[in-house]
């Protein structure tokens, strides 16, 4: 069983930067790809950023070059680094742990990107 915890969600003015952070139990958070997902009102839920077991990356093109995901095992925490932000970040952001046979969520934590 892992548990996931996000926080340093909040309001930030656009051009602003945040940085989320995702902590998990158990020590086998580095056996898992993490992902951060994100949904804003009304709209579907959407892929962000992955990182793999082998720290391998990907975004979403709404954010390449502006957003970093990071992993630090020894800590079983992850991290999304996000810079330049826009209104259209707004969304609750969801971190992810996913494995073949099993996956798990986040509580999610707010992102609010406005003057």
């Known amino acids: 069983q892992v548990q996931l915890v996000e926080s340093g969600g909040g309001l930030v003015q656009p051009g602003g930067s945040l940085r989320l952070s995702c902590a998990a139990s158990?020590?086998?958070?580095?056996?898992?790809?993490m992902n951060w997902y994100r949904q804003a009102p009304g709209k579907q839920r959407e892929l962000v950023a992955t990182?793999?077991?082998?720290?391998?990356?990907n975004y979403g093109d709404s954010v390449k070059g502006r957003f970093t995901i990071s992993r630090d095992n020894s800590k079983n925490t992850g991290y999304l680094q996000m810079n330049s932000l826009k209104p259209e970040d707004t969304a609750v952001y969801y971190c992810?742990?996913?494995?073949?046979?099993?996956?798990?969520w986040g509580q999610g934590t707010l992102v609010t990107v406005s003057e």
């Open positions: 158990g020590s086998i958070f580095r056996l898992y790809t």
């Open positions: 990182i793999n077991i082998g720290g391998s990356t």
């Open positions: 992810n742990a996913w494995a073949p046979v099993k996956e798990y």
